[in-house]
C-alpha cells in the first residue's frame, strides 16, 4: 500500500527567511511522481512543484526546490525568501496517476 | 495546462437528500478523478471517474452511496446521496491531461455542509 507521512503538522517562518517541509512515503511503484501542493483558505489546491521519480536531479521552481532522496523515499519541499503569500495548508502528494496525499502541515509566515 | 471548473462551488443541504457535483474541464483530459476531504483532514480519493462506464470506487467507497458519470472526456458529475451530517467535506474534481507525464490539476472543490 502507498503512504505519504507529514510529520510536521505545522510550521511558521519570518518573512524572508527559509522554511523547509517534510515528507517520507512509500510505495510498491517503480514509476510515479512526487508533488507538492499548496491549499490556502480558499481550499484550491494549487500545484507547487513536481518530481518525477526517475530523475536523480531535484525541481526547482523559483523560490521553490525540493531535496528527493528516492532510497530514503524522501521529499521534502523548502521554500526560500518566504512571503507573506506562502502563507498555507502544504500537501506531499504521491503516485503515477491516482494520488495519496500526506496529512499536510500548515504553514505560517510571520510578519 | 486544463482549467476545471465545478459547480457549486458550495451547498447546504438537509440530511436525507441527494447533490450532484458537476466537473468541467476546459479540454480533452484522459483520467478525471474525486476526491473528498473531511474538515481539517488530508484528501482521500474516492473514485476514478472513467468515460463510458462504471466509475473505479476505492476501498471504503461504494457507488450507492457516490454514483459518478463521465459521460464524455470533459465533463464528470459526482451525486452524495442520502446525506448525513458525516457527508459535510470539500469535494474536489481532478483530471490527468496526457498520461503520467503530466500533472494533475484540481478544481476549486465544492463545499457541502448537511444539516
Known amino acids: 500500500a502507498q503512504t505519504v507521512t507529514q510529520s510536521q503538522p505545522e510550521m511558521s517562518v519570518q518573512e524572508a527567511e527559509t522554511v523547509t517541509l517534510s515528507c517520507t512515503y512509500d510505495t510498491s511503484e517503480s514509476d510515479y511522481y512526487l508533488f507538492w501542493y499548496k491549499q490556502p483558505p480558499s481550499r484550491q489546491m494549487i500545484l507547487v512543484i513536481r518530481?518525477?521519480?526517475?530523475?536523480?536531479q531535484n525541481a526547482t521552481e523559483n523560490r521553490f526546490s525540493v531535496n528527493f532522496q528516492k532510497a530514503a523515499k524522501s521529499f521534502s519541499l523548502k521554500i526560500s525568501d518566504s512571503q507573506l503569500g506562502d502563507a498555507a495548508m502544504y500537501f506531499c502528494?504521491?503516485?503515477?496517476?491516482?494520488?495519496?496525499f500526506g496529512q499536510g502541515t500548515r504553514l505560517t509566515i510571520n510578519p | 495546462s486544463a482549467v476545471i471548473s465545478q459547480k457549486p462551488s458550495r451547498d447546504i443541504c438537509q440530511r436525507g437528500t441527494s447533490l450532484t457535483i458537476q466537473c468541467q474541464v476546459d479540454s480533452q483530459v484522459t483520467m478525471m478523478f474525486w476526491y473528498r476531504q473531511q474538515p481539517g483532514q488530508s484528501l482521500t480519493l474516492i473514485a476514478t471517474a472513467n468515460q463510458g462506464s462504471e466509475a473505479t470506487y476505492e476501498s471504503g467507497f461504494v457507488i450507492d452511496k457516490f454514483p459518478i458519470s463521465r459521460p464524455n472526456l470533459t465533463f464528470s458529475t459526482l451525486t452524495v446521496s442520502n446525506m448525513s451530517p458525516e457527508d459535510s467535506s470539500i469535494y474536489l474534481c481532478s483530471a490527468l491531461s496526457g498520461y503520467s507525464n503530466q500533472p494533475q490539476h484540481f478544481g476549486d472543490g465544492t463545499r457541502l455542509s448537511i444539516l
Open positions: 518530481q518525477e521519480a526517475y530523475k536523480q
Open positions: 502528494a504521491q503516485g503515477a496517476q491516482k494520488l495519496v
